[in-house]
């Protein structure tokens, strides 16, 4: 079945470094991708989307690049902020048959310190 | 964006008895939300897909007589843990698909369920 993999974290940078988080996936057919995250205490939210191959969602300094030859959707920032701080979720959601429902990677903590 | 209000935040509750948690959402209609469980330091896994008029659809593994759910309303969907175990502890959250296509989901705040 379909599927997410993405880096275990914790992941801990110092503000302004730069930040990648791998995610590859696994799917039949074309599915969309998405990043979402949770900060400590709230519910996700998404973060930014690519539905096709060669995509590029980008979203508060954060992008990623839907990459069908490696099936990758990796998530960068050229500079983190000590608000980045928080759960990222890398996620796909595979048209056949589905009504919105996301399959998850395990998430990635990550800590920016000052 | 879209709004999804869950509630309670978080609970703790003896063993032995039931825990409701809602999900509502706010500012659209929702025919269709999904309840996801989230083990410490794992991904969240989907239990059930909640359809609004009709009866839930649960993945495998999960038992449906411990985990009912109720789609009540296009607005609101409960999930209620019976007979609560101290196993079933853990952090649940509902999100709601919603826009074009469908495609993008919105997620409640999640509820931590400690059972003692």
């Known amino acids: 079945g379909d599927s997410v993999t993405q880096m275990e974290g914790p992941v801990t940078l110092s503000e302004e470094a730069f930040l990648t988080i791998n995610c590859t996936y696994t799917?039949?057919?074309?599915?969309?991708l998405f990043w979402y995250v949770q900060y400590p205490g709230e519910g996700l939210q998404l973060l930014l989307k690519a539905t096709k191959a060669d995509d590029k969602g980008s979203n508060k300094g954060f992008e990623a690049t839907y990459r069908k030859e490696t099936t990758s959707f990796h998530l960068e920032k050229g500079s983190v902020q000590v608000s980045d701080s928080a759960v990222y979720f890398c996620a796909l959601l595979n048209y056949g048959g589905s009504q919105g429902n996301l399959i998850f990677g395990k998430g990635t903590k990550l800590s920016v310190k000052p | 964006g879209a709004v999804v209000s869950q509630h309670p935040s978080w609970v703790i509750c003896k063993s032995g008895t039931s825990v409701k948690i809602e999900c509502r959402s706010l500012d659209f209609q929702a025919t269709t939300m999904f309840w996801y469980r989230q083990f410490p330091k794992q991904s969240l896994m989907l239990m059930a897909t909640?359809?609004?008029?009709?009866?839930?659809?649960?993945e495998q593994g999960v038992e449906k007589d411990k985990f009912l759910i109720n789609h009540a309303s296009l607005t609101l969907s409960t999930l209620t843990v019976t007979s609560a175990h101290p196993e079933d502890s853990s952090f649940y959250i509902c999100?709601?698909?919603?826009?074009?296509?469908?495609?993008?989901?919105?997620f409640g705040q999640g509820t931590r369920l400690t059972v003692v």
């Open positions: 999100s709601a698909p919603h826009g074009q296509g469908r495609f993008e989901a919105f």
């Open positions: 799917a039949t057919g074309y599915p969309s």
């Open positions: 909640s359809n609004e008029g009709s009866k839930a659809t649960y």
